[in-house]
């Protein structure tokens, strides 16, 4: 593998933005747009084509990182943004009504991707909202025959993103290097 491709995805307000922009070595392209209806996401903005990051590795291999709309009205983005890649993160936003219809919507709609590839997946908001847990995803992925990586994440946290990317290549290839 030489030239590596990553996607982010998620609902609105998960943190994918964030996350690319914590992690990126260089300044991340955001296309976000200023939305009035995002108040209850704590924010005022929403990505309507994609973000863009990039992650340098030890070995002086280069991660672009690709963030995905989160709205639905921008799904059309979602299979284009994922040609070429090697891996999903998922983040999940614990403060949503039902995060696990969000983990069944997401992995269904990303089933062919995920299926030739990896996915991760990252909880947020767990200092907002204590439950789910994690045990509790454990069991619902369970339910659903998978078992992918699942960790709690906070998207402003650089080493918690930095972990979720790790695992994600490491789970791809345990014998790559670490970032
Ligand atoms: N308290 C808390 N805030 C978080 C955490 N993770 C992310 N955030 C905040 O949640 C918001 C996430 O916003 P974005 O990064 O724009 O979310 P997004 O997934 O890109 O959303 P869309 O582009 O609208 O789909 C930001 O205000 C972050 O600072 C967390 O673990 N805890
Ligand atoms: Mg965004």
Same mark, same amino acid.
């Given at each position: 593998?030489?030239?590596?491709? &990553?996607?982010?995805? #998620? ?21 976000? +747009?200023?939305?009035?209806?995002m108040?209850? /996401? ?7 084509? =994609? ?7 030890d070995? #002086?291999?280069? *991660?672009? %990182? ?7 009205? $921008? ?6 943004? !994922?040609i070429?890649? &090697?891996? %999903?993160?998922?983040?999940?936003? /614990?403060?949503?009504?039902?995060? $696990?219809?969000?983990?069944? $919507? ?6 062919? $991707?995920?299926? @030739?590839?990896?996915?991760? *997946?990252?909880? !947020?908001? =767990?200092?907002?909202?204590? !439950? ?6 454990? =069991? ?5 025959? %998978?078992?992918?990586? *699942?960790? +709690? ?17 490491? @789970? ?5 290097? +670490?970032?």
């Open positions: 593998m030489s030239a590596y491709k &990553i996607i982010f995805t #998620g609902p609105v307000g998960a943190g994918k933005t964030t996350a690319i922009e914590s992690i990126s070595d260089e300044p991340p392209i955001r296309t976000d +747009e200023a939305a009035s209806d108040a209850k /996401n704590r924010k005022t903005a929403t990505t309507v084509a =994609m973000d863009y990051g990039i992650l340098n590795l070995d #002086g291999e280069r *991660i672009h %990182l690709y963030g995905t709309p989160g709205q639905e009205r $921008f799904d059309f983005m979602w299979d284009i943004l !994922t070429g890649g &090697i891996g %999903l993160v998922l983040l999940l936003d /614990n403060t949503r009504s039902d995060p $696990f219809t969000d983990l069944r $919507f997401f992995l269904e709609t990303f089933e062919g $991707f995920i299926h @030739s590839t990896k996915v991760v *997946i990252g909880v !947020t908001q =767990m200092d907002l909202s204590q !439950t789910p847990t994690i045990a509790d995803y454990h =069991m619902q992925l369970t339910g659903l025959g %998978l078992n992918p990586p *699942i960790f +709690e994440v906070d998207a402003r946290v650089k080493a918690d993103i930095s972990l979720l990317v790790q695992s994600l290549l490491f @789970s791809l290839d345990p014998g790559l290097k +670490e970032a």
